[in-house]
């Protein structure tokens, strides 16, 4: 069974400063991982993806990830956040066959809150 | 193309009564999924369709049923709905295997919010 664990709930953040949002998985088999983001009232989007190869993952509007092995890990950073960035942040993991069926698993998501 | 759409928007229920949501989607993909939004609880998965014609339990499946009559076409029923199921419905669509299986990123459409009374 595979899971995702995001590691804080909200994340409070001036606007110019870096951030990193936490994100661990664990799956017994080989595993994709992606970062979809979720504005006010609106469905989700993706970010950015990892399926293999380079572990660093640049994604749209300036986010990059990077992919642990090791820790089991895919934390999402971005050096210098807008207002604009203010939104709701989801992991999420798939596995393919035949350990998997491509069915990806959500964490429970991180707030970012840019503040001026 | 139009993407994921979903129908309605918002609906307000009383604790009974039936009603179908509905999703559709114009890039082909062979997966589809529904999903429920609630605070704190992130995106739980509430059944999925990897083809035409199949259906399959998610996490939170009680309550609820779907059918995949045509590819394009993914409903979401509520026979006698319930206060609990007040929440943010979300479809959303894949490629699956038949296609760009080795991506599988997911489409989502904008969202029904669902009040039940």
């Known amino acids: 069974a595979q899971s995702v664990t995001q590691l804080d709930s909200q994340v409070p953040v001036f606007e110019e400063a870096p951030v990193e949002l936490r994100c661990n998985y664990s799956?017994?088999?080989?595993?994709?991982l992606f970062w979809y983001v979720q504005y006010p009232n609106q469905g989700l989007q993706l970010l950015l993806k990892?399926?293999?190869?380079?572990?660093l993952v640049k994604g749209i509007n300036g986010f990059e990830a990077e992919f642990n092995k090791s820790q089991t890990s895919f934390h999402l950073r971005k050096p210098s956040v807008h207002i604009s960035d203010t939104a709701e942040y989801f992991c999420?993991?798939?596995?393919?066959?035949?350990?998997?069926?491509?069915?990806?698993?959500f964490g429970r998501g991180t707030s970012l809150i840019v503040h001026p | 193309n139009a993407g994921v759409t979903q129908t309605p928007k918002f609906r307000v229920l009383k604790t009974g009564q039936s009603m179908t949501l509905l999703c559709a989607q114009d890039m082909n993909h062979e997966y589809m999924y529904w999903y429920r939004q609630d605070p704190g609880m992130g995106l739980r998965l509430i059944h999925y369709s990897v083809g035409e014609g199949t259906t399959a339990k998610g996490e939170v499946p009680d309550g609820y049923n779907v059918s995949r009559l045509k590819k394009q076409n993914f409903l979401l029923g509520l026979e006698s709905a319930a206060p609990s199921q007040t929440s943010v419905y979300f479809c959303?669509?894949?490629?699956?295997?038949?296609?760009?299986?080795?991506?599988?990123?997911?489409?989502f459409g904008p969202g029904t919010r669902l009040t039940v009374l």
């Open positions: 990892y399926l293999s190869g380079s572990t």
């Open positions: 959303a669509s894949s490629y699956g295997l038949a296609g760009r299986s080795s991506y599988n990123e997911q489409f």
């Open positions: 999420a993991v798939s596995s393919p066959p035949p350990g998997g069926s491509y069915i990806p698993t």
């Open positions: 799956s017994s088999v080989s595993v994709y």
